[in-house]
């Protein structure tokens, strides 16, 4: 820090008073008298020196310390904080010359406690009705008109996005589509997170995090969709997920994820979640046992004979016989369809073995 010379000397100077201060004491003098006696200039450069060595610990320590808090503290906060503080110490002001006309040991002692209660208390009910406050401040500007009951209103619900959601891209598809109605909220710690991953030596990571930048430039770049960076860095927790769920509790947000492991511990904790990879599986096609759909085999299956293909969405068509259609495009019949953790799968056959079953079961 370049001010550590100046508070040095400020220590200096305070401790010298100090020790000057000790040294009228001792002699019992009320001012300077002689300079040469040591029970006057022995405590009074012991005392600076003393100064000059523990500013240190003293006085610089606390400064940076209360430097790198007021960094973390949201300016609305600071600034609702700054004037309650001042409202309770004029209160206190006001009270002080009456309380200090009580007799003693009132009179002495309760202006300072008054001073230190009501600064406290209106600092506190400041921050506490911060929103409140900034309202009133904001009584001036023309309110805007009331909408209509016919108008459709657009949801106002806040989701957080954390870093795997944004990485994985298709984020940016779903908004453009316009079916984001809310606002999306990135945490700066999340944002720090991603700028870390693309600055990764690694250069699978590194293009992971090079992409989720990319998307957040698609994000910004779309004017239907409400993208905003937040400062909040919760201090009860220290892991980017555990931040995520706080920070979602303490805005009543949503937290946007494809991440499975944060789905279930956000949910065990009354956090709304919005899983991607849910949404992907509740759009895809839905079939019917007996629904016919063409079909090409890439590859054969794990079982004796089985083919598989998958159809433009990425739902897995298990084809029984159907390894011998091997890279040829067929018609295939589904016979049954399961919903799985991984997915939906779908189950059918050729649709010449299913005419070929069919009549022999009309034979």
């Known amino acids: 820090m370049r001010l550590n010379p100046v508070f040095r000397i400020l220590g200096a100077l305070v401790y010298g008073f100090i020790g000057y201060e000790l040294g009228l004491a001792l002699t019992g003098t009320e001012q300077l ?4 006696a040591p029970t006057i200039w022995a405590p009074m450069f012991g005392g600076a020196l003393l100064g000059y060595f523990l500013a240190p610990w003293i006085i610089i320590a606390p400064a940076q310390a209360a430097r790198d808090s007021l960094r973390s503290v949201p300016m609305a906060d600071l600034v609702s904080g700054t004037v309650g503080l001042s409202a309770g110490l004029i209160i206190a002001a006001l ?5 200090s006309r009580l007799p003693a040991p009132f009179g002495p002692i309760l202006p300072f406690v008054v001073v230190i209660v009501f600064g406290y208390l209106g600092a ?11 309202a009133l401040l904001r009584t001036g500007q023309p309110k805007p008109e009331p ?21 994985d891209g298709r984020i940016a598809d779903v908004a453009e589509t316009g079916f984001v109605l809310g606002n999306l909220v990135v945490p700066r710690f999340v944002l720090n997170e991603l700028q870390y991953i693309a600055d990764s030596a690694e250069a ?26 937040v400062d909040n860095d919760p201090q009860d927790a220290t892991q ?35 899983n ?88």
Do not use: C
């Open 204 to 229: 699978l990571r590194r293009n992971r995090g090079r992409r989720g930048l990319e998307v957040l430039d698609r994000l910004q770049q779309n004017p239907d969709v409400t993208i905003t960076f």
């Open 33 to 36: 008298t002689n300079w040469t």
């Open 276 to 363: 991607i990879n849910e949404l992907a599986n509740a759009v895809k096609s839905v079939f019917l046992p007996g629904e016919e759909l063409p079909i090409r085999i890439i590859q054969a299956g794990k079982e004796l004979g089985q083919g598989v293909g998958y159809l433009e969405d990425g739902t897995m068509v298990v084809v029984e016989n159907g390894r011998q259609f091997l890279n040829q495009e067929v018609l295939v019949q589904v016979t049954k369809v399961l919903q799985t953790n991984a997915g939906r799968l779908v189950f059918a056959v050729p649709e010449s073995t299913a005419e070929q079953h069919k009549t022999e079961q009309h034979q």
């Open 240 to 274: 980017v997920d555990d931040k995520l769920v706080s920070l979602s509790r303490e805005l009543g947000a949503a937290v946007l994820t494809n991440d499975y492991n944060l789905n279930r511990v956000a949910r065990l904790q009354g956090v709304r979640i919005l």
């Open 95 to 99: 009270l002080a010359y009456p309380i």
């Open 147 to 167: 909408v209509k009951a016919a108008q459709p209103v657009a949801s106002s619900q806040l989701l957080l996005m954390d870093t795997s959601v944004i990485i």
């Open 124 to 134: 506190a009910v400041f921050v506490l009705r911060k929103d409140d406050f900034l």
